[in-house]
């Protein structure tokens, strides 16, 4: 759960002055880590024909942990859509 202390700390981080702010900066965020995603993916395709799959693997892990910041972000995101923060 996301407490009202936790949405004013991110809300400081992104330089947001209220709940919408803080949504626009996040949705923002999360369009350059799906540009990144697509980058790697393209990497990894590009990269499918290597006889060592150590590349690969780091690069499907990356791919993973870009989705999982996408995924904290969208929650994050809902968090501010459902709290009235008074700012």
Do not use: C, Y
């Not at 002055?17 to 995603?37: H, M, P, S, T, Y």
């Amino acid at each position: 759960m996301v407490t009202k202390r936790d949405l004013d700390a991110w809300a400081d981080a992104l330089d947001a002055g209220n709940d919408g702010e803080a949504i626009g900066q996040l949705r923002g965020v999360i369009a350059r880590l799906v540009i990144a995603a697509d980058a790697v993916a393209t990497v990894e395709v590009a990269l499918g024909n290597l006889r060592t799959q150590e590349p690969i693997a780091g690069l499907q892990r990356a791919g993973g942990h870009l989705e999982e910041a996408q995924t904290a972000l969208v929650q994050l995101m809902r968090s501010f859509s459902l709290h009235e923060r008074g700012r």
